[in-house]
């Protein structure tokens, strides 16, 4: 499989993603970054910049598949509004570009990138780093997440192979 996957880390501020090619065993990165949107920019705007971004970058890469983490937030009700708001654009950037997102809870991309469900953030910026081969972690943190959310989706692709051919 030589096919470019995307993951996406959603955010109001920064939304992180990455595009990464699997050759042979090996994974190789392709783009990574963030998009990032003013604070006191009115909501609609915000969602307007991260869903044509990513929808230029998707157009650019032309990802096969694609990943994105599922929505988590204990405390604050508040944001964890704006971020599912982020995640829907996301998501739908997704769709009008053909692709229907694998959706990852936090502790299933630790696993797959670490193979510990209770890795800490530097524990995973280290893994992805070194199963990426690259000289330093990807910065900022949430360009690393998209990465690792692109890595997660991967593995998950490649157990669904197997598992449909068994």
Same mark, same amino acid.
């Given at each position: 499989?030589?096919? $470019?996957?995307?993951?996406?880390?959603?955010?109001?501020?920064?939304?992180?993603?990455?595009?990464?090619?699997?050759?042979?065993?090996? &994974?190789?990165?392709?783009?990574?970054?963030?998009?990032?949107?003013?604070?006191?920019?009115? /909501?609609?705007?915000?969602?307007?910049?991260?869903?044509?971004?990513?929808?230029? &970058?998707?157009?650019?890469?032309?990802?096969?598949?694609?990943?994105?983490?599922?929505?988590?937030?204990?405390?604050?009700?508040?944001?964890?509004?704006?971020?599912?708001?982020?995640?829907?654009?996301?998501?739908?950037?997704?769709?009008?570009?053909?692709?229907?997102?694998?959706?990852?809870?936090? /502790?299933? $991309?630790?696993?797959?990138?670490?193979?510990?469900?209770?890795?800490?953030?530097?524990?995973?910026?280290?893994?992805?780093?070194? &199963?990426?081969? &690259?000289?330093?972690?990807?910065?900022?943190?949430?360009?690393?997440?998209?990465?690792?959310?692109?890595?997660?989706?991967?593995?998950?692709?490649?157990?669904?192979?197997? /598992?449909?051919?068994?």
């Amino acid at each position: 499989m030589s096919e $470019i996957v995307l993951g996406i880390d959603p955010g109001t501020a920064t939304t992180g993603y990455g595009f990464v090619r699997q050759v042979g065993s090996s &994974l190789k990165p392709v783009a990574y970054g963030v998009v990032t949107t003013p604070a006191k920019m009115p /909501m609609h705007e915000r969602l307007q910049i991260i869903y044509r971004e990513l929808d230029e &970058l998707i157009k650019e890469h032309k990802p096969v598949s694609a990943g994105i983490e599922k929505l988590f937030f204990s405390k604050n009700v508040t944001t964890g509004i704006t971020v599912a708001q982020a995640r829907g654009v996301a998501i739908l950037a997704m769709a009008d570009n053909g692709l229907a997102p694998g959706e990852y809870t936090p /502790m299933q $991309i630790k696993q797959s990138v670490c193979g510990y469900g209770g890795a800490k953030k530097p524990q995973i910026q280290q893994m992805v780093k070194t &199963l990426l081969g &690259l000289e330093k972690i990807p910065r900022p943190d949430d360009a690393a997440d998209g990465l690792a959310v692109a890595i997660c989706h991967l593995h998950s692709m490649q157990t669904n192979y197997l /598992m449909r051919n068994l």
